[in-house]
């Protein structure tokens, strides 16, 4: 019905040129007064539930399952409580990039940061990461890891990857199924969604939109993009290399350390009730 983003105040088909209201009502359809018995009010676009959590609106399709609001659970308050107030945010940047592995191996890499030590030194200077400061929890359809700030003796030089100051102490990661990821980093008002799109059995599309408050300089969202786009490229070699692995048919079966992987496991059971259900 309608490609790209912005505003409008119909909904025209690019096919045929019908036109819908926003409430998904028939208005017109070229033609149609030739035809006999013809009704715009028999033709009604297709009801989808829609729903928003701060900025983002979510459609789905689906009539009998949970609400967005029992999906989300706890998360949006634990978020607030670690500072992601969407009230101050405002959309600045998107970008999308692909990645050559399956869309559950990518939402794997996000649910863990046992990785994080080797793979992402920037981050690991910037963030504690030590299995006793990086804190994990899940509820039904959501989890979510926060982390405060490292902490480094007086006078060391951290070479840290921007400039942290700001209302925000801690970093946040929230998941919520199947594929919708919400980032706080910490320094000033800030917030990044990434969505990780399947686009074929070993192809993601990621999707990430940067949001920032009025107290941001254009140096730090700067330096801020580029710290994400840094640690998205080092994930995305993690990720690829997984899915070449996988693809060998020579890994029979892993095995996951259920305190600093805890969030994959429960990844790993909702992936297992989905596929049950469709069954
Ligand atoms: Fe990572």
């Not at 028999?42 to 900025?55: I, K």
């Not at 919520?176 to 008002?189: A, I, K, S, Y």
């Not at 079966?253 to 992936?271: K, N």
Request: overall charge negative; charged content about 20%; hydrophobic content about 40%.
């Amino acid at each position: 019905m309608v490609q790209g983003s912005g505003r409008r105040n119909v909904l025209q088909c690019h096919y045929h040129a019908w036109t819908y209201d926003l409430d998904g009502r028939l208005i017109s359809a070229p033609r149609s007064e030739r035809e006999e018995g013809f009704s715009t009010s028999d033709f009604c676009l297709q009801p989808v539930r829609v729903d928003s959590f701060g900025p983002f609106v979510f459609a789905n399709v689906s009539t009998d399952t949970p609400s967005l609001s029992e999906c989300l659970g706890e998360m949006p308050a634990r978020m607030l409580a670690d500072g992601l107030d969407f009230s101050a945010l405002v959309a600045v940047e998107r970008s999308e990039w692909v990645v050559e592995a399956n869309w559950k191996i990518v939402v794997e890499n996000f649910d863990e940061c046992y990785h994080c030590p080797v793979a992402h030194p920037s981050f690991s200077r910037l963030m504690a990461v030590d299995p006793v400061s990086y804190a994990l929890e899940s509820g039904r359809w959501w989890s979510r890891a926060s982390t405060p700030l490292r902490i480094w003796p007086e006078g060391h030089a951290a070479d840290l990857p921007y400039d942290p100051t700001g209302p925000c102490n801690a970093g946040q990661f929230g998941f919520l199924w199947p594929n919708f990821t919400l980032v706080q980093n910490p320094g000033p008002d800030n917030a990044m969604a990434l969505y990780f799109v399947p686009v074929a059995p070993e192809r993601t599309l990621v999707i990430s939109e940067y949001l920032f408050g009025p107290d941001a300089s254009p140096e730090v969202i700067r330096d801020m993009v580029d710290f994400n786009v840094l640690v998205g490229a080092e994930d995305q070699r993690l990720v690829e290399s997984v899915q070449r692995g996988l693809s060998s048919n020579r890994v029979p079966q892993g095995r996951l350390l259920l305190d600093s992987e805890r969030l994959i496991a429960h990844f790993h059971r909702l992936v297992a009730e989905a596929l049950s259900a469709a069954a």
